[in-house]
């Protein structure tokens, strides 16, 4: 008896659709996310936010703040599968993993652009896991698309992770010193242990543990990437952080400086939300100046650099000048010299 076509169709070929109907929704989940934790947790602050605030920051907010994400996705994705293909490649053929086919929908001219976005837009102390990620996925990509070369195998996955390694560490040396006399041992590490990492990821490894090992680390990573988003997110700035100075009447001496975001000004009244998450109303008239405060994240907190490059700076910011390293207007201070009411 045959089986009808309609029938013998598998459901878990289609297992994963729900999961592309709900990814449009998980950016706006983010943004609602982020005003309901500026307004205080509280309705009606909230329902002001949302009629002020303009929808294109809020996206804007989003890109900036987390493009790093996607390129430490698609590159882990294909140095991951890649690996499991590589490590066990007659499993591989006979019945691919999600893993692998994920890693085989990633061309390389994506692969590519993954690596200069993250080039680009990853702090200086990620650069050394970035270098170990392109090193993994080039050597394993030789390994599977020229298997008969055994001289161009050797210099992708052994020479090529060797000589970066050394070029790394010639060039970090200072800063590695540095993370260790300052007792930063997590930014100690991330510039000491991938180069070093690098090539033992460019060949297979055991059959019995390719598979649990790089499910695991691709699981966690899926799993740790939205909450990681998502914390990140609700910090990030959506209003800009500015200083007003409150005078009693027009012409009079500040009587207090208010640190928060303004909402919305018209011709009768300035709507502030101070630091507290609280909603203040304050006449126009009485607003006697505005001073924009810089960021605290843009604040460097790891006294460690690279030849006078911060290590929680990216290239951008290393190469365009950043108002972050001026000094900060007093008024920004007024947390401890003028307490706000």
């Given amino acids: 008896m045959v089986t009808p076509p309609l029938l013998d169709r598998r459901p878990a070929a289609r297992s994963d659709h729900w999961l592309y109907a709900l990814l449009p929704a998980f950016p706006v989940l983010l943004l609602v996310m982020r005003l309901w934790y500026l307004s205080g ?7 002001l936010l949302m009629q002020y605030v303009s929808p294109l920051g809020l996206v804007t907010t989003l890109l900036v703040t987390l493009v790093w994400i996607p390129p430490a996705i698609v590159l882990l994705i294909r140095a991951l599968g890649a690996l499991e293909e590589t490590s066990d490649p007659a499993e591989a053929a ?24 993250a080039a680009l837009t990853w702090q200086m102390r990620f650069l050394p896991m970035l270098l170990m990620l392109a090193l993994a996925i080039t050597g394993l990509t030789v390994r599977q698309r020229f298997p008969d070369n055994p001289r161009l195998v050797r210099a992708a996955c052994v020479a090529a992770p060797v000589a970066a390694a050394v070029a790394a560490y010639l060039w970090l040396a200072p800063a590695i010193v540095q993370a260790m006399v300052a007792r930063e041992p997590v930014t100690a590490a991330l510039l000491l242990l991938p180069p070093a990492v690098a090539p033992l990821l460019t060949g297979p490894v055991p059959a019995r543990t390719a598979r649990p090992v790089t499910h695991a680390v691709a699981i966690a990573a899926l799993m740790v990437a939205p909450i990681l988003a998502g914390a990140i997110l609700l910090k990030a700035p959506i209003l800009p952080t500015v200083a007003v100075e409150v005078g009693a009447a027009p012409g009079a001496a500040p009587v207090r400086v208010v640190i928060g975001h303004v909402i919305v000004v018209d011709n009768q009244m300035t709507t502030l939300l101070d630091e507290n998450g609280a909603v203040q109303f304050v006449l126009t008239s009485q607003v006697m100046s505005e001073t924009l405060c810089p960021d605290d994240r843009q604040i460097p907190t790891i006294p460690v650099s690279v030849h006078d490059w911060q290590v929680e700076q990216t290239v951008l910011t290393w190469i365009t000048p950043s108002h972050a390293t001026g000094p900060v207007d007093p008024r920004c201070r007024g947390r401890a010299l003028v307490p706000h009411r």
């Avoid at 947790?41 to 329902?47: A, H, I």
């Fill in 41 to 47: 947790q509280d309705l009606q602050t909230l329902l």
């Fill in 94 to 117: 006979r019945r691919p993993t999600w893993l692998v086919r994920a890693a085989r929908r990633v061309p390389d001219w994506v692969v590519a652009s993954a690596v200069l976005l």
